[in-house]
Structures are given as structure tokens and as C-alpha cells.
């Protein structure tokens, strides 16, 4: 197996990687700076203002994204399984 080729894979599983974090990632940052602002404007510093959106809505976009992320996962395998004999070869 050649340098180029695992560089090719290792590329690859990065974007994969990041097209699969990114909806948690930025619905996280999104609600997590919603909820700083309301604690900046009410001077509310509770630690578990912050904790429970932010949980609530990794929870519900894992919930509407997940068979798509799952979806991914699953093409990506495959394509890497399939992709073995002229990868070794």
C-alpha cells in the first residue's frame, strides 16, 4: 500500500468525520451562545443554564439527523470495504 492511498483514506475519513459532527457541533454552539447572551443580559450565572439546552438539543438533533449520520457511516464502510482488493493489490 502506497503513502498517496492512506493519505487518500485518511483524508477522506476527516470529511466524514466532520460532515458528521457538524450539526451537533454547530446546533451546540448556537444554543450555548443564545443562552450566554440571556446570561449576560439577566447576570444569571447558573451552571446548569448552560448544560441542560445544550444536552437537550444534541439530544433532539441526534434524534432527526441520526438515520441520516447512520446512513453515512454505513456508505462510507461499504465503500471502503469495497475498495480493499484494489487498495492491497
Known amino acids: 500500500m502506497e503513502p498517496e492511498v492512506i ?3 485518511a483524508q477522506e475519513t476527516v470529511l466524514v468525520a466532520v ?3 457538524a450539526p451537533i457541533l454547530l446546533s ?3 444554543v450555548g451562545l443564545c443562552v450566554a447572551m440571556f446570561q449576560a443580559a439577566t447576570q444569571i450565572n447558573e451552571q446548569t443554564l448552560t448544560f441542560i439546552p445544550k ?5 433532539i438533533v441526534l434524534m432527526v439527523a441520526g438515520p441520516w449520520m447512520l446512513q453515512v457511516m454505513i456508505d462510507y464502510f461499504q465503500g471502503l ?3 480493499i482488493p484494489t487498495l492491497i493489490g
Open 28 to 30: 451546540s454552539l448556537a
Open 55 to 59: 444536552l437537550v438539543t444534541i439530544i
Open 7 to 9: 493519505s487518500t483514506i
Open 19 to 21: 460532515k458528521l459532527l
Open 81 to 83: 470495504l469495497h475498495q
